[in-house]
């Protein structure tokens, strides 16, 4: 196992003392990323290879960029599809924004991204007010799709450390001083 030690003229970036040991990681960072670069390179011969045989490396070369153009134009529709974004025409330009939808799934991602697995349970307790109608109602949206359990209206649980997580989504919906988070592990 390799050890680092710390250079005294740059504290807290634990770069190794030597320079041997500076070359010879050098030398592991160049292998990976020639690594990285042949199986790219293989991957394209696999994927394109009847186009290389008919017209050569570059119009190979050309098709992958169409086919990462069209990859993305498919995504933008499907997501368009599905109401996670709109798109509005600016000039020549094409302006994509986040609609509820989309804020909301890019917030449950996070928050299951987040989430610990472990001793710990996640309790969250709030009383939104009524004028606040959409923002409950997508903090319970959020809270399913994370699949929490309602205890009452206002009180979910679930297991798992998501504590960090759901603070960041609570205050990311504007729900911070209506919403208590917990956690806690005498929870049987």
Do not use: C
């Amino acid at each position: 196992m390799l050890k680092f030690s710390k250079q005294k003229n740059s504290p807290g970036l634990g770069l190794p003392r030597s320079r041997k040991m500076r070359a010879l990681l050098s030398l592991f960072e160049s292998v990976g990323r020639a690594t990285l670069d042949v199986a790219e390179f293989y991957s394209d011969i696999l994927t394109y290879q009847r186009a290389i045989l008919r017209h050569g490396w570059s119009y190979a070369q050309e098709l992958k960029v169409i086919h990462k153009q069209r990859e993305l134009t498919r995504r933008l529709y499907e997501l368009r599809r599905h109401h996670y974004i709109v798109a509005r025409k600016i000039g020549e330009n094409i302006e994509y924004k986040l609609t509820d939808k989309g804020i909301r799934a890019v917030l449950l991602a996070r928050l299951i991204e987040q989430s610990i697995e472990g001793k710990y349970t996640t309790i969250i307790i709030f009383d939104i007010p009524e004028s606040e109608r959409l923002v409950r109602s997508q903090l319970r949206l959020l809270l399913r799709e994370a699949q929490f359990r309602m205890l009452q209206q206002s009180v979910w649980i679930k297991k798992g450390d998501m504590f960090v997580a759901a603070r960041k989504v609570i205050v990311e919906l504007g729900a911070g001083k209506w919403v208590t988070v917990l956690r806690t592990q005498d929870l049987s």
